[in-house]
């Protein structure tokens, strides 16, 4: 079993920056590729970012292309996701969850098993 805790969400002004964290317990990350996802009211919810494994592949939406960075450390059992130039419509709650089974698409979020209670991000105009 994985335990996840995201951090890091607040209140910004638009173009301003937020580091978004996800800490680990139970297991090691180190074999799981791990992705962000967010929920805004009334929206489904939408793949931001994800990584395989050892970090040689990453995948983002193309809203955030150019202005979101996801990255690991296995070694700390933590994925973050910075999070420049931030935009009213990045408002949401943000979660990143885990996927154990490599045969399934990192890039969607029915392929993750585990997942984390989840960090409000308001961007303010």
């Known amino acids: 079993q994985v335990q996840l805790v995201e951090s890091g969400g607040g209140l910004v002004q638009a173009g301003g920056s937020l580091r978004l964290s996800c800490a680990a317990s139970?297991?090691?990350?180190?074999?799981?590729?791990m992705g962000w996802f967010r929920q805004a009211p009334g929206k489904e919810r939408e793949t931001v970012a994800a990584?395989?494994?050892?970090?040689?592949?990453?995948y983002y939406a193309d809203s955030v292309k150019g202005r979101f960075t996801i990255s690991r450390d296995n070694a700390k059992n933590t994925v973050y996701l910075q999070m420049n130039s931030l935009k009213p419509e990045d408002t949401a709650v943000y979660y990143c969850?885990?996927?154990?089974?490599?045969?399934?698409?990192?890039?969607?979020?029915?392929?993750?098993?585990?997942w984390g209670q989840g960090t409000q991000v308001t961007v303010s105009s």
């Open positions: 969850a885990a996927r154990s089974d490599s045969r399934m698409d990192f890039r969607r979020s029915y392929a993750y098993d585990y």
């Open positions: 139970g297991r090691t990350l180190s074999s799981y590729a």
């Open positions: 990584i395989t494994w050892s970090g040689r592949n990453t």
